[in-house]
Structure formats: structure tokens, C-alpha cells
């Protein structure tokens, strides 16, 4: 999953910051355009957050860990 470019980057101004809060399961991400796997990517387990910023908000990609899908939560500042 990535996130979402029309709600982080609204007529094109990208956001400096993101916060992304794993809710419930864990996943793994990536920041350099490349796409995680449930292997290869930072882990992050469920009740920890993430923060990304400048241009590798737009690069972040995130996947489920596990068999069970995973929850997360972002927010973006600018």
C-alpha cells in the first residue's frame, strides 16, 4: 500500500512530514520506491509508529507482515 497522493499532496504540495501509526497487526515498509515484502523491509509491530520526511513520504510503501491484514493510521504536515 502506498499512501495516498490526492489527501498527502493536495495540489501538489507535498507535506515535509508523515506520522504513521501501525493500529493492529504488523507490516513492513520501505522509503525508496522499492516494494516491501512480508521478508524484506523495516518491521514495525502493532502500537508503534513511523515517521517519514521530505520526498520519501512519497516513495513509502507498506505491506502486511502476516497472513492478517494490518491497520495504520497517517498523518502530514507541512
Known sequence: MKLTHTIYAPAGSAPTLAVINVESQAI???????APTATVGHPVIAGDAITVC????????????DAVDATASASYYR
Open 28 to 34: 513492513r515498509y520501505r522509503v525508496d520506491g522499492a
Open 54 to 65: 521530505g520526498p520519501a513520504v512519497g516513495n513509502l510503501s507498506m505491506i502486511r507482515r
